[in-house]
């Protein structure tokens, strides 16, 4: 039985991982609401500044056990930067990718870190179908 409700206000930082090259540290914060009900959590998130962000939600499904959370995040809209790296693009006929997110719960710091991935198929030449795999670290904390 786990004894801490998620249910609540959260906040929170991205940290971006070395595939991102330029952007490599740079952070991206967010608020996020969750309702918990037993293991299971679920949510929105909301990002409040900093590298990438989103003007659009993104929804959160997962769970919580032990002390572990495990939950994933796709953005209402797809946004992404153009090719130079240096403005966000947004394309809302399409929802975002699928982002992993794994952690743990530290008690004495009362707050979470953990990992996340984003695995994305870009089309090389409209055809050719490429795997790119995105990764960084994030901490979350009670509003």
Excluded: C
């Excluded at 930082?13 to 070395?18: L, P």
């Excluded at 993104?58 to 032990?66: E, K, L």
């Excluded at 809209?77 to 693009?89: A, I, L, M, V, W």
Aim: charged share 20%; net charge positive.
């Amino acid at each position: 039985m786990n004894k801490l409700d998620l249910s609540g206000q959260w906040t929170g930082t991205i940290i971006y991982g070395k595939e991102y090259s330029q952007h490599y540290g740079k952070e991206l914060y967010f608020d996020l609401e969750l309702i918990q009900y037993g293991d299971e959590i679920a949510g929105t998130a909301y990002d409040t500044g900093g590298v990438g962000a989103s003007p659009d939600s993104a929804n959160i499904i997962g769970t919580y056990q032990d002390n572990r959370i495990n939950f994933l995040k796709q953005y209402t809209s797809s946004h992404y930067y153009d090719r130079n790296g240096s403005d966000t693009k947004i394309d809302r006929s399409k929802k975002g990718p699928i982002i992993k997110y794994s952690g743990s719960y530290n008690d004495s710091e009362k707050l979470f870190t953990g990992n996340w991935v984003i695995r994305m198929t870009v089309n090389f030449f409209w055809i050719i179908p490429l795997l790119y795999k995105n990764t960084g670290t994030w901490t979350m904390k009670r509003k």
